[in-house]
């Protein structure tokens, strides 16, 4: 049995038993299932590529759209980043390392290295725009995913809004490609 599913069930049980025993004792961490352990610890490493990927943008083209953009997308993931590793302390889950790298290609929608490579001066805001349309359609299959199938009313109320702003920039995202 899977041991992440073991503590689930059991972490709420002896809460119970200590707050019987004792009015000092805290109270549980709000109910989640593994779903809601798998969406934090991927989209924990997801969101951190795309804060990676987006800081340099300024610095590799003009286009005040993609700019804006990037920057957009940092100033929304990094909290998100911030509360996701919170809960998964609070759920008694290992956070991921944040020296992990940004070579997760086996994650939904995550860039590899060769996908990194690709970003050179020369048109590097279109192909910036085309990675993040990949890693953004990624994050929103995570966060459909979470919505169906996890039971923590905080990490569904921030897949929501996931899906919702990240399906929102990948249109931005291709209209500025032109399609």
Not at 31 to 55: C, G, I, K, W
Not at 82 to 99: F, R, V
Request: charged fraction near 15%; aromatic fraction near 4%.
């Amino acid at each position: 049995m899977n041991r992440k599913f073991l503590v689930g069930i059991a972490a709420p049980a002896i809460a119970a038993v200590l707050v019987g025993c004792s009015s000092q004792a805290a109270a549980p961490p709000a109910d989640h299932n593994t779903a809601d352990v798998t969406f934090a610890q991927d989209m924990v490493p997801h969101h951190r590529q795309a804060v990676e990927m987006s800081a340099p943008v300024p610095d590799h083209t003009g286009d005040q759209r993609v700019i804006t953009l990037a920057k957009q997308i940092q100033q929304a993931q990094q909290p998100e980043i911030d509360q996701l590793t919170a809960w998964l302390k609070a759920w008694g889950a290992p956070a991921p390392s944040p020296m992990g790298g940004m070579d997760h290609g086996q994650m939904s929608g995550m860039v590899d290295t060769a996908g990194l490579g690709q970003l050179r001066d020369v048109a590097y805001g279109r192909k910036w725009l085309e990675l993040m349309i990949q890693h953004h359609s990624g994050a929103v299959a995570m966060a459909r995913t979470e919505l169906a199938q996890g039971s923590s009313a905080d990490a569904k109320a921030m897949a929501q809004p996931i899906v919702d702003t990240q399906e929102a920039e990948i249109t931005a995202m291709k209209s500025l490609l032109g399609g």
